[in-house]
T-cell receptor, first 113, second 114 residues
Framework: AQSVTQPDIHITVSEGASLELRCNYSYGATPYLFWYVQSPGQGLQLLLKYFSGDTLVQGIKGFEAEFKRSQSSFNLRKPSVHWSDAAEYFCAVGPTGFQKLVFGTGTRLLVSP | DAGVIQSPRHEVTEMGQEVTLRCKPI?????LFWYRQTMMRGLELLIYFNNNVPIDDSGMPEDRFSAKMPNASFSTLKIQPSEPRDSAVYFCASSQGQGNTEAFFGQGTRLTVV
């Protein structure tokens, strides 16, 4: 069965600093991978997805993620964090795309002034 | 489009009562998903529908939970009887087509069972 691990429960980053959120997955075949963001009291918003092709994918709000098959990782990055990026971030894997998504436990991002 | 609409946003009920959560998917979307979010278990897929038909309900925790989709614009998730451990945020999401199209999430219903 597929699973997703987000090893960092909380991360604090200074505004303007770079960000990397870690995600490792377990899946027997080529996975479909996703990053979602959840602001307080809100639903989940898709940041980016990887289905195939270029392993570096660009998303909304200046985020990108890199799929590394050898490391079973799909880490999320942003070169310069803004205070509005404070939220919870979820990595997910889906065997058939957006259906039957399996989510990680999330990483809460705090942005300090 | 207004997006996926869930109601109510908050629900507080007593143990043993029936609870019904509602979801209106985005118009034209033919796949609908119910997720549950708890501190202990994170986000879990409960059930999903395609063209109003339940495709996979393996995530439904027990028989107290049931979901219906009587038409393309409405779905319900019912818990009867409710228990305190059902307290969670329940999300509905919808997508158009098969698995490669984005699933859009509603704002969720926060359920508290006391």
């Amino acid at each position: 069965a597929q699973s997703v691990t987000q090893p960092d429960i909380h991360i604090t980053v200074s505004e303007g600093a770079s960000l990397e959120l870690r995600c490792n997955y377990s899946y027997g075949a080529t996975p479909y991978l996703f990053w979602y963001v959840q602001s307080p009291g809100q639903g989940l918003q898709l940041l980016l997805k990887y289905f195939s092709g270029d392993t570096l994918v660009q998303g909304i709000k200046g985020f990108e993620a890199e799929f590394k098959r050898s490391q079973s990782s799909f880490n999320l990055r942003k070169p310069s964090v803004h205070w509005s990026d404070a939220a919870e971030y979820f990595c997910a894997v889906g065997p058939t795309g957006f259906q039957k998504l399996v989510f990680g436990t999330g990483t809460r991002l705090l942005v300090s002034p | 489009d207004a997006g996926v609409i869930q109601s109510p946003r908050h629900e507080v009920t007593e143990m043993g009562q029936e609870v019904t959560l509602r979801c209106k998917p985005i118009s034209g979307h033919n796949s609908l998903f119910w997720y549950r979010q708890t501190m202990m278990r994170g986000l879990e897929l409960l059930i999903y529908f395609n063209n109003n038909v339940p495709i996979d309900d393996s995530g439904m925790p027990e028989d107290r939970f049931s979901a219906k989709m009587p038409n393309a614009s409405f779905s319900t998730l019912k818990i009867q009887p409710s228990e305190p451990r059902d307290s969670a945020v329940y999300f509905c999401a919808s997508s158009q087509g098969q698995g490669n199209t984005e699933a859009f999430f509603g704002q969720g219903t926060r359920l508290t069972v006391v």
